[in-house]
């Protein structure tokens, strides 16, 4: 993570739109928090699929606890059974989650955690968000058996699940124990910060730290947090209205698509846009995420990465410019 300290200087500040052949990518990261429906499990495999795009997927765990199995989890300060986000309804349905993560996983995907009950942990200790961290890898790793699936269990499984690397925390609410704790149970990255605008991330306490960003939006250009939960309560107060799905549409997919271009056009800082596995206001939001990477992921210098991928390509670029003298 060393080159993070020099690497805006010599790479964004030393590129110029004269400069296209020697340009880096723009990076367009898309990630889904929660990773809860099937369908849209099955819905975003597909765009991706159709659009070369490779998306992170920010998993709550208990989402492949079926319901009767919900008193086996407890989170941090909370009762047995508790989740925010709920539990499976049936084996059947987390047996078919499980599926669709494997088969993310295999397609160039990547599973990254969103804790189990989705609890607020703002003013968590480091233990108690350890404590968090490690039931997501335990109930992961034990999935397919607690489910009563172990014949359909990936050979690769559990080496999988020890390989997750990135972590976003509920509500994008963080404390300062947070890196500490990530750093201790083996995390690398943590997506849950917000930027004034498009940023690089930045290294603190042995992780690297990236902020989904301000973007403006609207008829005024007001910043919003570049996810579509954010939109939702700006454009509706957070109730569903369909009849002005469209119009929700429109706003979104041309605050994404501006956004992205200022960054392909400019200095091209990867751009970041989080979404969640719900259909807010008819679909609205979503709708204007395919756009976007209907028509982005497939350009040659545009790459629409995981945010493993991206550190890749991040650490990459700080290496050739080195070797170019920079």
């Not at 607690?146 to 925390?169: H, K, M, N, T, Y």
């Not at 939006?217 to 996810?227: K, L, Q, S, V």
Request: glycine letters at 8%; aromatic letters at 12%; one cysteine or more.
């Amino acid at each position: 993570m060393r080159f993070f300290s020099v690497f805006v200087a010599a790479v964004f500040a030393s590129t110029t739109l004269s400069q296209a052949a020697d340009r880096p990518k723009q990076l367009l990261l898309i990630s889904f928090d929660g990773a809860g429906n099937n369908a849209l499990w099955q819905r975003s495999r597909d765009v991706a699929q159709r659009t070369g795009a490779h998306f992170t997927y920010f998993l709550s765990c208990t989402l492949v606890i079926d319901r009767d199995r919900a008193k086996t989890y407890q989170g941090p300060r909370q009762k047995a059974g508790r989740s925010n986000v709920g539990f499976a309804q049936t084996k059947d349905e987390a047996v078919t989650r499980l599926d669709h993560i494997w088969q993310a996983h295999q397609e160039g995907h990547e599973i990254a955690s969103h804790t189990c009950g989705h609890f607020d942990g703002k003013d968590w200790s480091v233990a108690d968000w350890r404590q968090e961290m490690q039931a997501f890898r335990t109930v992961l790793t034990s999935a397919w058996s607690d489910l009563g699936a172990v014949d359909r269990e990936p050979a690769e499984w559990r080496g999988f699940v020890q390989s997750i690397q990135g972590f976003r925390a509920p509500y994008l609410s963080t404390s300062d124990a947070l890196n500490e704790a990530e750093r201790r149970e083996g995390f690398t990255y943590d997506a849950s910060g917000i930027t004034k605008g498009p940023s690089l991330p930045q290294a603190s306490k042995g992780i690297l730290n990236f902020g989904l960003p301000l973007i403006p939006e609207g008829p005024e250009n007001r910043r919003i947090i570049a996810m579509d939960y954010n939109l939702f309560i700006r454009h509706s107060a957070g109730v569903e209205n369909p009849s002005r799905t469209t119009e929700f549409e429109e706003r979104s997919y041309a605050a994404f698509r501006a956004a992205f271009d200022r960054e392909y056009k400019g200095d091209r800082i990867p751009l970041q846009l989080g979404f969640h596995f719900v259909e807010m206001n008819g679909g609205a939001y979503w709708r204007a995420m395919e756009r976007l990477v209907t028509e982005v992921c497939h350009m040659p210098d545009v790459a629409c990465v995981t945010y493993a991928e991206a550190i890749d390509m991040l650490n990459g670029r700080e290496a050739s410019e080195h070797r170019s003298g920079l």
